[in-house]
């Protein structure tokens, strides 16, 4: 799919053999664990409806490798690029990207399909924690399955061979040590490998056992109730969404019964998709999320075939959605994902984002496609979302390695409608222990959808100091007035909205934004400084449509 993330279980980590590294690696485990009767060929070939990128697969047919925000290249594949982040290693190694020159057209494309699988099977074929890590090898094995009829249907009989021979000895490494410690979407990455190969190769009935079975645990553990992912992050719930569709397909192709909790996930996860949409078709920008595609996430949204409307609100992860009029609001209401299942979280509890209809208007910074190293502390640290900080520290500690630390350990959210209007109440204490400050934010949004009232509130120590950040879309220009208490803000269209604000000193400052690929786009960011005093530091601020005496937009007509 194009522009889609890494596996969340690799992208924010090199590779580790782990304890039973040497285990894998050795003539026994391939002895015992691995042989087995090689398949002549598939019983099944699962439709793969995703769409490919022509300028993706013109770029693998130049032998250039453009993964995860970064471009190598060479005429030997470099499959070990010692300079390779872990997302670009995931990608290249998963092989998802067979559709890009599918994509393209003609013999050229399948020509050099073929000449990438036949060179990873000489090279990469023996156990390595980097190609056959469950998440990438689940990947590889969809990959290569899905895309059969493309670059193996004609090929000749020695690469037939060789693939479904590697592909029955990859599906049984999977089956021996999924789940083992893999988590979250990586472990549903490893299960679709699972379902393709068990339903799709001969003899694997074995496989596509465990695959029901895991399906059966995992599913009620990641999909909660309100149809959203326990990672909370819009990214990864498009990318489980899309690994669902694709096990349901391979059960479809092999006419084998459907899982009712598969079924079951994919109808609950698909309005929980819309809800994350902003009015532009792309997601919001939470927790190592970038926009996407609005036109693949359509087609995920099509092929999921399940009726629902965007939910209001999603309280199991805890985020509140505020609609009226053409103006759209998403706050994180919610506490951070739980260890092991936090690989890409983001310090932004509180942090919301705005938009009128298809513009956006206030914005979190976004996420680097590779989540490697200063872009991950950049990214995920509060600063770069919408929210407020403390004396320029972080409410919950980011590991550069992913994951979080120290983090808020009671996050509460009240909603209320009345008339049409919403108001959302939350707080979060991850500012008690390094601080000893609680966090209150109030967001209102009136039933016109023309007015956005905010409220933040810190109770605790005085002294503190503390900043209310705005980043702005980069198309949004802004300028202070009134001498710093208010700001203009001017979408594409012309509309204008005025943010006033009350309780602090208001400034404009230089941002980034990176909510598309890996190059960062120049923005700005209004902020709101203050200094607490002991009890209770209040500060107040308003997102208002400019209007004239008549109620009409000046800036239109």
């Known amino acids: 799919m194009p522009g889609a993330k890494a596996q969340a279980g690799t992208r924010h980590r090199r590779f580790r053999a782990g304890g039973r590294g040497w285990l894998y690696g050795s003539p026994l485990w391939r002895m ?15 439709i793969d409806p995703w769409p490919g990128d022509t300028a993706l697969g013109a770029a693998l047919l130049d032998n250039r490798f453009p993964f995860a925000g970064q471009t190598l290249h060479g005429a030997v594949p470099p499959w070990l690029a010692p300079d390779a982040s872990a997302a670009w290693l995931a990608e290249m190694h998963g092989f998802d990207w067979l559709r890009h020159l599918r994509a393209i057209g003609g013999d050229a494309g399948r020509r050099q399909a073929r000449a990438l699988v036949s060179h990873w099977l000489e090279t990469q074929a023996r156990w390595h924690p980097v190609a056959w890590a469950p998440d990438v090898t689940g990947q590889r094995i969809a990959a290569w399955i899905g895309m059969h009829d493309f670059f193996l249907a004609s090929a000749d009989d020695a690469l037939r061979a060789q693939v479904f021979d590697s592909l029955a000895r990859q599906v049984r490494h999977l089956a021996r040590v999924l789940p083992g410690s893999t988590r979250g979407l990586a472990l549903i990455a490893g299960i679709k490998g699972l379902a393709f190969g068990g339903l799709c190769l001969p003899d694997q009935r074995k496989a596509a056992s465990r695959m029901r079975w895991l399906l059966e645990r995992e599913l009620p ?42 079924q079951h996930a994919i109808d609950r996860m698909t309005p929980s998709l819309r809800f994350f949409r902003h009015g532009d078709g792309g997601l919001a920008l939470f927790n190592d999320s970038q926009e996407g595609d609005p036109g693949t996430i359509d087609t995920v949204l099509g092929q999921a075939d399940a009726r629902g409307r965007p939910l209001r609100s999603a309280p199991h992860i805890g985020f509140e959605r505020l609609t009226a009029g053409r103006t759209w609001v ?11 299942l936090d690989a890409g979280a983001h310090a932004g509890t509180l942090s919301f984002e705005m938009s009128v209809g298809r513009e956006r208007l206030v914005v979190n910074c976004g996420a ?39 983090r808020p350990g009671r996050v509460e959210a009240h909603r209320t409608e009345t008339l049409g209007s919403v108001l959302v109440e939350a707080s979060h204490d991850g500012y008690r222990e390094p601080h000893g400050l609680l966090h209150r934010r109030r967001l209102y949004l009136t039933d016109g959808g023309d007015d956005l009232r905010g409220e933040d509130v810190l109770e605790g120590a005085g002294g503190k100091t503390f900043a209310v950040r705005f980043h702005l879309h980069p198309q949004v220009q802004a300028s202070l007035l009134q001498g710093g208490s208010s700001a203009l803000l001017r979408l594409p269209s012309g509309q204008g909205w005025r943010l006033r604000t009350a309780g602090g000193a208001l400034e404009i400052a230089d941002s980034i934004y990176l909510g598309t690929g890996a190059e960062p786009r120049r923005t700005v960011q209004l902020i709101l400084r203050g200094t607490t005093v002991p009890g209770t530091t209040t500060v107040k601020w308003a997102i208002r449509r400019e209007k004239r005496a008549d109620g009409t937009d000046p800036t239109e007509g």
Do not use: Y
């Open 32 to 46: 015992l664990a691995l042989s087995g009767r090689s398949p002549g060929g598939l019983e099944a070939v699962p």
């Open 330 to 340: 998403l706050m994180d209401a919610g506490a951070p994902p739980p260890h092991g």
């Open 368 to 406: 680097h496609p590779s989540g490697d190293g200063l872009w991950r502390a950049a990214l995920a640290a509060t600063a770069a979302h919408s929210t407020l900080t403390v004396e320029d520290t972080n409410s919950a500690a980011v590991l550069p390695e992913g994951g979080l630390g120290r």
């Open 221 to 262: 553990r990641q999909v909660m109730p309100d149809g959203c992912h326990v990672e909370r992050s819009p990214a990864v719930q498009l990318q489980v969404l899309r690994h669902l569709i694709d096990i349901r397909g391979g059960c479809r192709a092999a006419r084998a019964e459907v899982p009712p909790a598969l």
